[in-house]
């Protein structure tokens, strides 16, 4: 079989850490692109010389590439996939597909002209409970399903220097200026996946809590999480977090149906605990099933060795299986469902910021719905060449940290200004 040809655009920590599961998966890669010189020559310390190391985009693309990873920044995705597209070069993009509600448009549009596959490098609905909780609800056995919960709970140490140098290394890094519910697949990625169902109404409240003064910190929101509601396309109704910081560090789901409820236990590893109505259970089964899942996977041991609780080899192994069979990867990964989280995402911020006002979720499939938003560039972030967001980015406009906690962050990080 014929090695694809792969290019990786951003060689942080991500870009870093999925290498091996592409390689794993038949891919030879021919070329890595970053503007910092120091992670190029890391990538080259790391994986050898065998590939071309650019730092301009735009020639990069022209490397004869087969498919591209995008890991970026966070929210910068869309345009750089948009040139793939015209490329007809696969893409495989990391975190939400678009930082604006135009950029959406634009990448649907684009997406809709190419014969590229596009997949959302959402890994979460991989780890070993999700993939039970899927299974479990593609029995049926649950009955209809009528709400389900997502939880990304993911606190940190504001003293970590090793964290803040690799993962927010300036004060205009997009981590300092993440809204609450825009980091938004890793809770809702998971119930979509295991329920099919998609998000068409979005409410959205923060809890305000922010970083203590004590603590160094050039983040400028004060918003801990965001509780986000949506009613879906299907009748069911999610409760989900964006990345939330209160304490406890977890994952957790939950899909309840007319019939049953399946939940991963929190504290417990990757244990889940599925259970009936008394009447309504299945034949042979129990009412109530506490128990760890297997993988049941032919690449267990290639499993066994990635990150995320085993997610990411298998939404990397979703990608290239997509790719070799010319078949776009189902629903959530898919453009449109991509989007749709995106969307929740950004509109999820704008009823935050006014008090829980809900907003309808647009599907880039009709025409209608995209010219909505085919210029709405409203952002909470700074922009690339240092234009000022366009959105605040907490729930409280007038938030900053103290002077003293951003010259204790710049000390950390041993920025220069």
Excluded at 189 to 200: D, E, L, N, Q, S
Aim: proline letters at 6%; hydrophobic letters at 35%.
């Amino acid at each position: 079989m014929k090695k694809l040809r792969l290019g990786i655009f951003g060689m942080g920590e991500r870009g870093w850490s999925l290498v091996n599961n592409f390689l794993l998966l038949g891919c030879d890669l021919v070329a890595v692109c970053d503007d910092r010189k120091e992670m190029l020559e890391r990538a080259e310390r790391d994986f050898g010389k065998g590939f071309v190391c650019y730092d301009n985009f735009d020639e990069f693309i022209e490397h004869g590439l087969d498919v591209v990873i995008l890991t970026n920044f966070f929210h910068e995705h869309a345009p750089y996939a948009i040139k793939c597209f015209e490329k007809n070069i696969h893409v495989f993009s990391e975190c939400i597909s678009n930082g604006t509600m135009a950029e959406g448009v634009e990448l649907v549009r684009a997406f809709e002209k190419s014969k590229s596959i596009y997949m959302l490098a959402e890994n979460y609905p991989q780890m070993k409970f999700n993939r039970e909780i899927k299974r479990v609800c593609d029995t049926g056995t649950l009955g209809k399903i009528m709400y389900a919960e997502g939880e990304y709970n993911h606190p940190g140490d504001p003293r970590d220097a090793k964290f803040s140098i690799n993962y927010k290394y300036k004060p205009s890094h997009w981590r300092n200026y993440l809204p609450a519910t825009y980091y938004v697949t890793h809770s809702l990625g998971p119930i979509m996946w295991a329920t099919g169902a998609t998000p068409k109404r979005i409410t959205a409240f923060p809890i305000f809590a922010p970083i203590d003064e004590k603590y160094p910190t050039g983040r400028m929101n004060g918003d801990r999480t965001a509780i986000m509601m949506t009613h879906n396309d299907d009748g069911s109704v999610f409760r989900f977090t964006g990345c939330a910081a209160f304490g406890g560090h977890g994952n957790s789901y939950r899909v309840c149906g007319t019939q049953g409820t399946i939940e991963n236990l929190r504290g417990m590893g990757g244990k889940v605990m599925l259970r009936y109505n008394s009447w309504e259970k299945p034949e042979g089964v129990e009412e109530i099933n506490f128990y760890e899942p297997d993988w049941n996977d032919k690449d267990e041991e290639f499993i066994k060795k990635s990150g995320h609780g085993g997610g990411d080899f298998l939404t990397c192994r979703m990608f290239i299986d997509s790719v070799r069979n010319g078949v776009q990867p189902p629903h959530p990964f898919n453009i449109y469902s991509a989007t749709a989280m995106s969307s929740v995402a950004i509109l999820g911020h704008r009823s935050l910021l006014e008090d829980g006002m809900p907003y309808d979720i647009p599907d880039f499939r009709k025409e209608e719905d995209r010219v909505k938003y085919e210029n709405d560039r409203l952002t909470p972030f700074i922009g690339s060449n240092g234009e000022a967001p366009t959105l605040p980015c907490c729930s409280d406009p007038s938030y900053a940290p103290t002077k003293e906690q951003v010259e204790a962050y710049k000390e950390l990080i041993n920025y220069k200004d």
